[in-house]
Structures are given as structure tokens and as C-alpha cells.
Nanobody, 116 residues
């Protein structure tokens, strides 16, 4: 079992930056693929960024060049650095850990609101 707790979400102005954190507990995350998803009101949950156990990253086209995902296995942490935020980035951001077909864990999410 892995418990995930996101933090760092807040209200930010367009063009601003924010760093989200996801603290994992219960088991070490080093073998897990870690991902950030987001869900805006009335929209489907979408993958924002992912990082494999080996450090390979992938990003949604909408955030490439603006967001950076990183992990610190020693601290059991996942991060998402978000720059040049725009109104369309407003959503609940959720941390996800997966390994194989049977290990799949979600955090509760943290709200990011981009507004002037």
C-alpha cells in the first residue's frame, strides 16, 4: 500500500509559477511509475506528466515546455514545477503511483486556480 498526499495548490495569477508536491508513505516509491493528473470541472481527468522508475519523463502537449516533473526517491516525494500558468491549467491536480497491474494508488488532490 502507498498513501499519497498532495500539497502546494493555491490561487495564482496568469503567468505565475507554482510547485506541487506529493508525499508518499507506506512503501518506497522507487519502483513505481509516478504521474500527475488533473481534473477540471466538467472535464475528464487527464494525464499531465509522468516519470518512470528509471527517470524517463513524458508530458501532455498542453504543458510541454512549461511543466517539469521530478522525483526524489530518497525522500519518497514527487514534484511538479509549473511555470507560465494560464487559465486552462485550473484544476484539481492528483498524484498517481502505479506498478504492474495490481498496484495503483491515488492521492486526494490539490486545487490549483489560475485567475487574475
Amino acid at each position: 500500500q502507498v498513501q499519497l498526499v498532495e500539497s502546494g495548490g493555491t490561487l495564482v495569477q496568469p503567468g505565475g509559477s507554482l510547485k506541487l508536491s506529493c508525499a508518499a508513505s507506506g512503501n518506497n516509491i522507487d519502483i513505481y511509475t509516478m504521474e500527475w493528473y488533473r481534473q477540471a470541472p466538467g472535464k475528464q481527468r487527464e494525464l499531465v506528466a509522468g516519470i518512470s522508475s528509471g527517470g524517463i519523463t513524458n508530458y501532455a502537449d498542453s504543458v510541454k515546455g512549461r511543466f517539469t516533473i521530478s522525483r526524489d526517491n530518497a525522500k519518497n516525494m514527487l514534484y511538479l514545477q509549473m511555470n507560465s500558468l494560464n487559465l486552462e491549467d485550473t484544476a484539481v491536480y492528483l498524484c498517481h503511483a502505479s506498478f504492474g497491474l495490481t498496484r495503483d494508488y491515488w492521492g486526494q488532490g490539490t486545487q490549483v486556480t489560475v485567475s487574475s
